[in-house]
């Protein structure tokens, strides 16, 4: 019985934690007792492959042992952190970096966990074959070493394509061009250029030098109109502080539009008073006027472009799941407007247009979205298109087409990112610069 006084005093730990917690950041008092998951993981897996390291010395034994636990000791300090300290309040490197590492160390254990399954599948097999029949099969043998071999190895090459992503991968922006072929589309906006951005996520840049290379990329695509569709920032205002020159350099002749994403509100970090979170509020609208992007906050704006009308619409974050506070309004959006030549509504979450404005406001051609960032993990080569993301969102990257029962089809687009959260890197799902141009259908 000696795991029996470590597992009660882990339980008071738990518990006390989940407590605190839910008096200072009740949003994430329901991710404590994982806590409690990760550490049964953890435990399954090393028992397996600890086993290939007694031909080591105790040194290395004991190291290994130290930092197999360590991600999930980082998770732990991380969370009596945040019920201590507001998260906007600590520096990058504890608030992002130091959380992030450990997430990927999580990422690399599931995936060591695939080659080790038919190991536990045995060890099941062993222990219901001796409590039933009082024999005991063999679970070791040469079999038994392949496979938790393969565990370790496939596991650290994973840690290390985590790595590679989070040091090369995650600032390597590539541009997705789009060209949309437009029932009765004016001569006016024939040609027209128009470039997405979408989840900044400033609070996760630990240098400014990759925003400008991408800003520079945007400029040299010539947009005649730029967009961007929310999550700024990760938990506060303060989050902007040294990006606005650079954002500020954006060119686009028919002007610059933005809607707030989930994570732009202040939802995710802990307040002294409900003032103090509108004034991060009223600073965050503040750098948008500094620089130059205009805010769309459940409104439009009809860009005249010679004779056509090009509506612009931009609610605020509006969600089909309970896990996302809703703040739009699309009935307030469209009040007294009437829809123009080429219609575009900017609208941070994806789900939206299923839920609503396909069925509601099928006047607008082209919805744009971003938010789910393709998981910043998954596959994109060779015809294969895959992510983690598509198990939670029916529209997750690129383009979706669904026919209008007035003859003119009804476009979404879903930007992958340019920034990045949790885990800080980028693996298969690039950081992503979306050009979309409009042309007539012949």
Known sequence: MKWLIPAIAGFVLITALYLLMQNTMPKYAGRVPFLLLLFIFDWLILKNIVVLLKKCGSITRRLFIVLWWSPLAVLLLFLLGTSVFPLQSMDKFWRIYLPGIALMAYLAKIIMLIPLLPVFLLQIKARVTGFFFGKTPATSGKSILFFRRMGIFIGSLAFAGLLIGSTIWVYKFKIHSVSLQIEELPDALEGLRIVQLSDLHLGSWMSAAPLQRAIDKVNALNPDIVVFTGDMVNYSSAEVKGFGNILAQVRAPLGVYAVLGNHDYGDYTSWKTPEDKEENMNDLIDFYKSIGWKLLRNSTEVISIDSARLLMAGVENWSATARFKRYGDMAKTMEGV???????????????????????????????????????????????????????????????????????????????????????????????????TLARKD
């Open 338 to 436: 009437t829809y123009g030549d080429f219609n575009i509504l900017l609208s941070h979450d994806p789900t939206h247009w299923d839920a609503e404005v396909l069925e509601n406001y099928r006047g607008f051609d082209l919805t744009l979205s971003g938010h789910t960032h393709g998981m910043q993990l998954g596959i994109e080569a060779l015809g294969m298109k895959w992510s983690p993301a598509r198990y939670m969102y029916k529209h997750w990257a690129g383009l979706t087409i669904q026919g209008n029962r007035n003859g003119r089809d009804n476009y979404l687009y879903v930007n992958r990112g340019l920034g990045h959260i949790a885990y800080p890197g980028r693996v298969g799902i690039l950081p992503e610069i979306t050009l979309i």
